[in-house]
């Protein structure tokens, strides 16, 4: 008689990296239904899109790399970073802006690094970074809450959109379904004060709703990750507790310039950042208290940027330097082991 | 029901545990044929006590314990020794492993056995000593000796028992029943353990999925004497592991290679007790244990009471094994238990579980993916370490990071791997990583130790070698100094005897002796071979003869004369000296010349005789002569401490006497007869003689330390020396101490000798000179 022979443990959790990243889509989808609702369709049309070119280019650069298709596009991986490029860019976005972004995300940030699991920066945000710094007006246009269009859901219809993002629709039309973000108002403000601003915006004081909508409906996503256990609270609540931190003290110390921390934490990305971006496994600090460091660092980071930065949200470079600061992040912030006294610090060894 | 803490991390796979209960401990079937390996426990294997073909009795020991962390074993049941060899055991390495095979005849005799009356009234030692003869090893998965765990109370302080019963393995229900049916047996070993550790505290660790046995222990505990507390432990892989149950228990954890005992906490197994109480109470050795035989490849999943060494074969039978279903058969829990190849793999002292699994049970572990650093291995990790990092440094051969990431505190439970959604085998990366350090390290070790051979090596070659270099520039000055005297001499000669034509006149003797020589040769060799003119070879001979001795008498008057009058010309003691051995060299020749033609029963004996009275006359007079030249050295020497003479010289004639005089006497030591009287003869001339040195050489030291102390002596170098001589006393006693081979020793000794004396020589000059 001859039985199989294997290492243990013979006996493994149902479990498994597409199980992950689907357990991820399906966090998302809160959030997707409220942007969709408050913004228009172009956030779904943006996702479809993004997600065909991930799985396209996934597949070609796979077929290059000479590594087995069907093994490594079932993982899901490629899809989960379409799709948290989709909902940053702005809904209106033309087509070839996302097909940039999807090929620069997989292709360069994540294969050329050496595929899932090797790379040091985020994909999504080396990519929306990228399509900030070099198309600043299609990435700027961000379409404005349908209470701001009129009576009833007046967004733009699934055709127009589609003609919007593909090319075939004039500027003019969707200029008038574009505009400023709270977060540009404010930071583009001229010489008023916070209150002044806030009371002749109509963003402000009117369509601020749709984003703290949509910023609830990232939080509820969060929430069923970490229920779930894909994600630890570590980062997530470091980050938003640095950033609230951050805001409070300046808003306590001087409200007339600064805005006040519900504002920072329920606006722009600040919830997607916190739950979907900073909790991408691979490019974070590895050990939970490695991770506190990295969530508050960036939203140290954020608040900075967004205050007194050029760009009105700072989520995606906040990211990436952080992914930069990772690996010694990880250096001095290894765990104290079961027997020990203390953690181990530094690269250990002769050094 | 004292308070229960938490360790870090931890998983909850499906427990299985179900099946197995429902039917009581039942006994297994007597197996054929027994295979008991020799190493069923953590130390050195025992050794084979029978030989093939013996009969043995249940319960007989067959192999005894070799040194102190080791276990006898026992004959499981009556039967026929059958072979002592390689047979599979139940490794996960697979490999072979000598092992024991008893052919049973059926009867289970029991040999003479007996238990304890009151182990209380026994020397502790006694009682462990007991233990240990039962064979008594932990049961819990490592098989630790457990009387090495029993003699901790000697150097530790023991405050804490912890009886292990958490039992955390899915399927594994050994315990659990053993704890349902035999509660009173488990209390009557803690009892034992308690008496011989004295703990203040005992505590039962137990999961909270056992109610059943939780309930039977609470009833068996109702007034007993001990302090034992029954902590229910929430049911979470791997709290049954020694260091999580005891953190579990006491919120301490044990120190990083560090062992229980040093926190004062020792851990035994449920099942331990149970083996502890049936050696003391009823003298049975531990030959059999509950196996749990599970899974779904059997029909009846039960707790079966097998013998040690029964294959496990003959309990899949018992339990009703599908052989067609069977896929994958796991001994021990399917976390951390080793596969393994085939059924005749017997039970040893360990072996708590037998899973024999179909292929959904446990399929295999599907192919790996890349590692996304999700973090949910560091989660469970109960070693509060980080699965994912140390996974990298292995991976990438990384070692020194994956130490520095306490590679060595991870137990290898397997729970980072149980959770990992890339199904990576983390298990197998650590053992990897820590299997290529530890080779690295032995290897490290054994080039140090290469490292330090060679580096002293090279310095005692470099050593020797200056010593070789000062030892030769000294005889090259000494040679320098030895070639001017004797051109002073000559000098000195030519003044005084400038007629003499002394060389002239050695070569005329050399001639005549080497003639003398060959005449006599050729005589000899016609009186052997008995042909030729003998008479008119003799007077060859006779001829050759008178010729030498005339040129000898010629070369020793024109010699004889330039003696006295050298000392006064401030002559050559040194080459007096040479005369004088040269004189004595003769002499021994001429003896030897006797001592053969004696052998031979040669005639012109008489002769050669009186040759050798001649040579040891001139001997003599050479002898005296040198004397004389010394004795008005050292009166010179005492007059002018400048004069330099030659004490080394001197010392080394010493030296030279003593060994000849040894050697002599080791030479005589083999002689007998006649030859030993002449032999006694010689060897009292040399004493004689050396004793003659001795006394020169004493003397001139003598002059020379006198000398000295008129001069006021340089004590500063004296002591120096006095230091360097003693070191090169102790340096040669050690070379001899190596030394095996016979001639490197005798002239060893013969060094050591001098340099003693020598050493002696100037502490005593030293000490005569220090009161001053």
Known sequence: MSLIRMSSPHVYKANSTANVMRLVLLATLPGITALTVFFGWGTLIQIVWAALLAVAFEAAILKLRRRPLGFYLSDGSAIVTALLLAVAIPPFAPWWVTAVGVFVAIVIAKHLYGGLGQNPFNPAMVAYALLLISFPVEMTRWTSPFVLNGEGWPVASFMDTLGAIFGSVEHIWYDSFTGATPLDELRHRGGLTTEETWRQSLVLSQGIGAWHAVSAAWFMGGIFLLYRKIITWHAPISMLLALAVCATLFYGFDPDSYADPFFHLSTGATMLAAFFIITDPVSSATSNRGRIIFGASIGVLIFIIRTWGNYPDGVAFAVLLLNLAAPFIDLYSQPRSYGHSRANKGRGGKA | ?772
């Open chain 2, 1 to 772: 029901m004292g308070k229960v803490f938490a360790f870090h991390g931890g998983i909850h796979p499906p427990e299985n545990k179900k099946q197995s209960t429902r039917t009581p401990i039942r006994k297994a079937p007597l197996p054929k044929l027994l295979y008991l390996p020799l190493q069923q426990h953590i130390g050195m294997a025992a050794s084979p006590l029978v030989n093939i073909g013996d009969r043995v009795l249940k319960g007989q020991m067959i192999a005894e314990p070799v040194g102190r962390i080791s276990a006898s074993l026992h004959a499981p049941t009556s039967g026929i020794i059958r072979s002592i060899g390689p047979h599979p055991v139940p490794h996960a390495s697979g490999l072979e492993s000598d092992c024991i095979v008893i052919e049973s005849d059926g009867q289970d005799e029991w040999i003479e056995h007996q238990s304890i009356e009151d182990y209380t009234k026994l020397e502790p030692g006694t009682l462990i000593e007991h233990i240990r003869r039962c064979g008594i090893a932990g049961m819990g998965g490592a098989g630790f000796p457990t009387d090495v765990k029993l003699h901790l109370g000697d150097d530790h302080i023991v405050n804490t028992l912890i009886i292990n019963a958490a039992e955390c393995e899915p399927y594994i229900t050994a315990d659990d029943m053993l704890m349902r049916e035999r509660a009173h047996e488990i209390l009557g070993g803690i009892r034992i353990i308690s008496h011989l550790l004295k703990p203040s505290h005992i505590m039962i660790g137990i999961e909270d999925n056992k109610s059943h046995a939780i309930h039977t222990l609470e009833q068996v505990l109702k007034g007993c004497e001990l302090n034992i507390d029954i902590r229910v432990v929430p049911t979470k892989y791997p709290s049954g592991g020694e260091r999580q149950l005891i953190k579990l228990l006491t919120d301490i954890e044990v120190p990083s290679g560090r062992i229980p005992a040093d926190i004062g906490i020792v851990c035994q197994n449920i099942g331990t007790t149970t083996a502890i109480y049936r050696a003391v109470h009823h003298g049975e050795p531990l030959i059999s244990r509950v196996v749990t035989v599970t899974g779904d490849a059997v029909a009846q999943p039960q707790n079966l009471e097998a013998l040690i060494g029964t294959p496990f074969a003959d309990l899949l039978d018992a339990a009703n094994v599908y052989e067609n279903k069977l896929y994958r058969l796991v001994m021990g829990g399917p976390m951390m238990g080793v596969t393994v190849e085939h059924d005749q793999i017997p039970v040893i002292k360990t072996t708590n579980c037998i899973i024999a699994a179909t292929i959904d049970e446990m399929p295999p572990a599907p192919p790996e993916q890349a590692c996304i650093r999700c973090g949910m291995c560091e989660q469970v990790c109960p070693a509060e370490l980080l699965p994912q990092q140390l996974y990298w440094f292995s991976k990438g051969r990384e070692f020194d990071k994956a130490r520095h990431h306490n590679l060595f505190d991870c137990i290898e439970c397997g729970a980072c791997a149980y959770v990992c959604p890339s199904s990576i085998p983390l298990v197998q990366y650590y053992r990897f990583a820590k299997s290529e350090i530890r080779t690295e390290e032995a290897e490290q070790r054994k080039a140090d130790h290469a490292r330090q051979r060679f580096e002293a090596r090279q310095a005692r070659l470099e050593r020797e070698e200056a010593e070789k270099e000062a030892r030769r520039k000294a005889r090259a000055e000494e040679a320098a100094r030895a070639q001017q005297a004797r051109k002073n001499n000559e000098n000195a000669a030519a003044t005084a005897e400038p007629a003499q034509d002394i060389s002239a006149l050695k070569t005329a003797a050399a001639v005549a002796r080497t003639k003398l020589k060959k005449a006599q040769k050729a005589l000899d060799a016609a009186r052997e071979s008995g042909e030729g003119d003998i008479s008119a070879l003799e007077a060859a001979v006779q001829a050759a003869q008178t010729s030498a001795d005339q040129a000898q008498k010629a070369l020793d008057s024109a010699d004889k004369p330039s003696a006295p009058t050298a000392p006064a010309a401030g002559a050559d003691i040194k080459q007096l000296k040479t005369a004088a051995a040269v004189a004595r060299t003769k002499l021994k020749k001429a003896r030897d010349a006797l001592k053969n033609a004696e052998d031979k029963g040669l005639d012109g004996l008489d002769k050669l005789r009186a040759t050798l009275s001649t040579l040891e006359q001139k001997a003599e007079e050479a002898d005296k002569a040198f004397k004389d030249a010394e004795n008005a050295a050292s009166s010179s020497t005492e007059a002018t401490p400048a004069a330099p003479v030659d004490m080394k010289a001197l010392k080394q004639q010493v030296s030279i006497m003593r060994t000849k005089l040894k050697k002599a006497e080791a030479a005589l030591e083999g002689l007998e007869g006649d030859e030993r009287s002449q032999a006694e003869q010689a060897l009292e001339e040399l004493r004689q003689r050396h004793a003659e040195a001795d006394q020169a050489f004493k003397a001139a030291e003598q002059a020379q330390i006198d000398a000295a102390a008129a001069q006021g002596v340089d004590l500063k170098q004296l002591k120096i020396d006095a230091a360097m001589a003693r070191a090169a006393v102790t340096k040669l006693e050690r070379a001899l101490a190596k030394t095996e081979e016979e001639q490197e020793r005798a002239s060893l000794e013969a060094e050591l000798v001098t340099a003693r004396d020598k050493a002696e020589q100037l502490n005593k000059t030293l000490q005569q000179h220090e009161p001053a």
